[in-house]
Each structure stands twice: as C-alpha cells, then as structure tokens.
C-alpha cells in the first residue's frame, strides 16, 4: 500500500519585506475610542481572536467573503490591514475591545470597488450581539470617515439573508440602492453621502420593523431569528 498523500501546506500571503522590519509585532495603537469601546489597529497578537471569530459559525454564515479559518489567514490579514494603515492612512481594520479588553469583534473601513469607494463593515462575536456595540462602533466609523478622513460617501454591503445590518445601517442614515454582486455572490448595497451624515439617528419602533420584515418574507427571505449585531 503506498503511504498517504498529504497536501502541501498552502503558501502564506505575506512575505519578509510585508513584516515589522525590527522582528518585533505592529505597534499597539489606539485609533478610536467611543463609550464603551477601543478599536485598536490590528498586530500579529491578535491572530487568535480573529481565527476565533472566522471559527464562529453564526458569524459566518451570513458573510459575502470566506472566513479566516487558518492561522495563517489570520496573519496574512494582519498584514494586509497594517499594509491598508500605511498606504491609505485613516483606513483599516479594527480590534475592538471592550473597556475591560475583552475583544468583541472587528470593524473595517476599506476600499471596495472604485477609485472613492470605501466600505463600511462590523463583525461581531455572538456574546456581543443585542448590546448596541455595533450601531456605537457604526457611528464612530461614519464619523471618523466624513471627518477625519474627509470621505465623499460610504458604501455597505450585506448578504440578502441577513437580517440584523439593514437595520443597523438604516438608523445611520444610509439608503438602500440596487443589489449586485460582491465575491461572487449576491449582496444588497447600501450608501451614505457625507454631506447627508446626521449622526445617529433614532432607534427604529417595532411598526417600521414589521415593515422590513414583511417586505424581506414577500422577497422570499427567511424569517425573524438572526439577532442584531
């Protein structure tokens, strides 16, 4: 019987000249803060929390890309996102952790698509969901985008499943536009104009829930279930 084949070990996406040119990990930088929250940027001690969110399986069942499933996945975003903080200053990924460091999950601004496109984007842990994290971190990115980075628009996508994003990206005031594709897959999209960003708006009564939710069933999408992130 010939010995068993095993499958070369996948090459990671990052090489020497992508890695801290000391030996040492990113710099631990605190980029925004809000209430109850600390996004920091993304470092090499980090690795774990993201492979523990790309291993939750609530989480990514609604995702449009795949998910950090290996530790190498893991690293490799790690460099690309302090790659983003440096080519593209004020864009990037964020660890957020709450006051006590108990990490939470990640939001993202990115570029998306064209030239001026940046998108928005949370991932949560499901111990953080229903606890209003992300509408905080949501407007602290549309924020610090209009603000400090001086964003013409913000754009969001969503898999037509999920159930908890238009809600939240609703209440920060953005628009739903026609649907496309988004990682070969279908995605509803969502954009907001700087000069229509207002804050945070007011929490959506049950009424205007209802609505969404008979719209999505009339559509042929699943029920209520998916709790808000």
Known sequence: ???????????????????????????????????RMRLRRFGFRHALDLL???????????????????????????????????????????????????????????????????????????????????????????????????LPLLIAQCAPHNRSVPPLLLRLGFEETDGGMQFGNPARRFRLQQAEWRGLGPRRGRASSLVEELRFKAEGGPGRGTPDR
């Open 1 to 35: 019987m010939p010995p068993p084949q095993h499958p070369e070990p996948a090459a990671p996406r990052f090489d020497a000249c992508d890695l801290p040119r000391d030996g040492r990990d990113y710099a631990d930088v605190v980029e925004l803060q809000t209430r």
């Open 52 to 150: 523990q969110l790309g291993r939750e399986e609530r989480v990514t069942r609604t995702l449009l890309d795949d998910p950090v499933a290996t530790l190498d996945d893991a690293m490799g975003l790690v460099v690309w996102a302090n790659t983003l903080y440096r080519t593209r200053p004020g864009l990037g990924l964020w660890h957020a952790g709450d006051r006590n460091g108990r990490f939470l999950g990640l939001f993202s601004l990115t570029p998306s698509g064209g030239a001026d496109d940046c998108a928005i984007g949370v991932r949560l842990l499901p111990s953080a969901w229903g606890r209003g994290y992300a509408i905080e971190g949501g407007a602290a990115l549309c924020t610090h985008a209009f603000t400090t980075v001086g």
